[in-house]
Each structure stands twice: as C-alpha cells, then as structure tokens.
C-alpha cells in the first residue's frame, strides 16, 4: 500500500497543478508515507499510514462521482477529465477499475457525503495539506463545465465544512481553480509540461492564474503572492526535503514561469 502516498498523491498533484502539482503531490505522499503531520508530532505508524492513503484514494473518486452528478447528470467532459485523473495517475488495470466502481459509487443517490469526508478527517488529521488536495479534487470537477451548480455548492461547502477548511483557504483554492479553468477555456494552459523549453513571455490572463491572483488584485496582493509562492516551490528549499533530481528540475521550471508571471503582470502595470 505504500505506493498510494507517493502515486495518488502525487498524481493528483500532477493533474490538479501542472508540475508544481506534482511536486507538491509526490513530497506530499512521501510524507504520509515517511509518517509526518501525525498529532503530537509524533511519527505515523505503517497501519495508521496505510488508512489514510487508502481513505485519500477511496474518497476522492467517491466525491468525484459524487460532485459531477450532483447536478443530476454527469456529463461526457466530467466522464473524461475523472478518466484522465486515472490516466495520470497511472494506474493499473485493477486500480482503475477500483476508481472506475468508487466514481460510480459517488454518484449513487445513496451515497452519503457528510459521512464520507468525516472518515476522511478522521483518519487524515494532522494532514492539512492532503484536505486541501481533497477539496481542490472536488472543486476541480465542479468546474469541468463551468461555474458549479447550485448542488455542487452544497456539495462542496458539506467537504469544506467536513475537513475543517476555513472560509479563507476555501475561497483561496477555488479562485485559483477558476482562473486556471479560464485560461484553458481560452485556449491557453496554465502550466508547462515536465519537459516543456520555458518560455519568455506569458499572456496577462496566463500570469495572474500563474500568481492565482484576480486582475483587480493590488500589487501589493500581486507582490504578496509571487513572494509566498517563490519561498514555497524555490528549489534550494526543497532540495532539503529530499526530493528527486528529476522533480528538482521540475521546481526549477515552475519557479522561472512564477517569475515569468510576475514580470509580465509589473510589465503591464507600468
């Protein structure tokens, strides 16, 4: 079970955040797996570890499923991106077909969410980090087709109320979800590839979604941001939390499009 921290993790990592994501993710799952955020500071022991990836992987198809058909239907675009969360993910033959019947389970009419995101929290707590991934899973299927419905609000305020996630940090993922959603409904995308040559400019809308900031935000806000994001992803830092050579690389590419970003947004702002 060891591989659930370290794959699901850091594959929704990798789907929900481009290669940021996946960095996140990846040292993300090797801190469920190496046993950090347990209460107390103390070390998470190999079964407590083995529930919560296991719970992370089964909750977070369930509200999947749960979040695209809360509006009544699932529609072929959410289909898609739950398969395409699959695809990067990686996953085999039998561990698709597990989070192909937990989607399905999700959209079930019985399916009952309060009780679903409380088991989650009661085994993840002490993993901020891994609630947060949980809701940006949710938010990122809500808005496969848009703005969510009235139904996935209250879907998705029952898991934020569920993991404990304050009103702050909710309306902070859910703004860089939308302005990511917005840049790819306009034909652009909001992170480069692994293996993708930098580039040298980036469009205005690209670069406050890069910053997950609104175009109305001050440049204080704007200068804010850039700075917390660059202390957070900043290679030199991670380098001390063990991370790969190969995801090294991939900081070192988010870091320069962060810069990018800001550089464009001061650039337009005279």
Known sequence: MRWFGTAVAGGLGLVFGGPLGALFGAALGRGVDRGWGAKGGERLTL???????QRFFEAGFRVMGHVAKADGRVSKAEIAYAESVMTRMGLGAPQRQSAIALFGAGKAPEFALAPEIAALHEVAAGQGPMLHLLLEVALSMAYVDGPPSRAQRAALETIRRGLEVSNGAYRRIELLVSLQRRVRDAGGDTSAGPGAAPRRELPLARAYAVLGVRARASD??????YRRLMSQHHPDKLVSQGVSEAQIRAASQKTQEIRRAYETITRARG
């Open 47 to 53: 079964e407590q570890r083995s529930r919560i990836q």
């Open 220 to 225: 204080a806000e704007v200068k804010r941001a």
